[in-house]
T-cell receptor
Framework: DVKVTQSSRYLVKRTGEKVFLECVQD?????MFWYRQDPGLGLRLIYF???????EKGDIPEGYSVSREKKERFSLILESASTNQTSMYLC??????????????FGPGTRLLVL | DQQVKQNSPSLSVQEGRISILNCDYT??????FLWYKKYPAEGPTFLIS?????DKNEDGRFTVFLNKSAKHLSLHIVPSQPGDSAVYFC???????????FGTGTSLTVIP
């Protein structure tokens, strides 16, 4: 079974703090993703990475950065947390294939509250 | 701009009846579609997928239908069970792209 784990399930931080969210997958997947989920807005892509040290901006990258130093680990960084970054953060990974069997596997999510 | 849309935020059905969840997309380059189920405080879990070369895919109680000309897909759950109560997201991708595009979700409640 594919396993995607996230470092924390719940996190409370103060405005202006630097926040690190970590994600690890154990299936040797090339692609990893960070989303945030907000009511009525669905899943919005923040950043994704298709290889070590590679990253691409998603739809809402402002206020976030990422790091992929090892294939199995993808970190999301909030440089200076703000209250509008209170959200559920979801990490996902997938194996790259040009065929039609691509499926994203998600971690359990981190619910972040910024006070 | 939302390329994948789920226009019904919520749906309630009686146990044993059919649940039909709908999804529309705008990008004609999408060729692979997925449905995910999400319980509160958990990550989404993959439910069923369909390639654009098919118009129907079935897995147990779950069937996904794809109408390419209408750029519309639907998920049918028959019979619906209380454990199916969750938020359902549809997602789409292209054959060459790395990204998946998600809808806003439909919250399904199955009433016992």
């Amino acid at each position: 079974d594919v396993k995607v784990t996230q470092s924390s399930r719940y996190l409370v931080k103060r405005t202006g703090e630097k926040v690190f969210l970590e994600c690890v997958q154990d299936m040797d997947h090339e692609n990893m993703f960070w989303y945030r989920q907000d009511p009525g807005l669905g899943l919005r892509l923040i950043y994704f990475s298709y290889d070590v040290k590679m990253k691409e901006k998603g739809d809402i990258p402002e206020g976030y950065s990422v790091s992929r130093e090892k294939k199995e680990r993808f970190s999301l960084i909030l440089e200076s947390a703000s209250t509008n970054q209170t959200s559920m953060y979801l990490c996902a990974s997938t194996h790259w294939t040009s065929g039609h069997k691509r499926t994203q596997y998600f971690g359990p999510g981190t619910r972040l509250l910024v006070l | 701009d939302q390329q994948v849309k789920q226009n019904s935020p919520s749906l309630s059905v009686q146990e044993g009846r059919i649940s039909i969840l709908n999804c529309d997309y705008t990008n004609s380059m999408f060729d692979y579609f997925l449905w995910y189920k999400k319980y509160p405080a958990e990550g989404p879990t993959f439910l069923i997928s369909i390639s654009s070369i098919k118009d129907k895919n079935e897995d147990g109680r779950f069937t996904v239908f794809l109408n390419k000309s209408a750029k519309h897909l639907s998920l049918h759950i028959v019979p619906s069970q209380p454990g199916d109560s969750a938020v359902y997201f549809c997602a789409a991708s292209t054959n060459t792209g790395n990204q998946f595009y998600f809808g806003t979700g439909t919250s399904l409640t199955v009433i016992p």
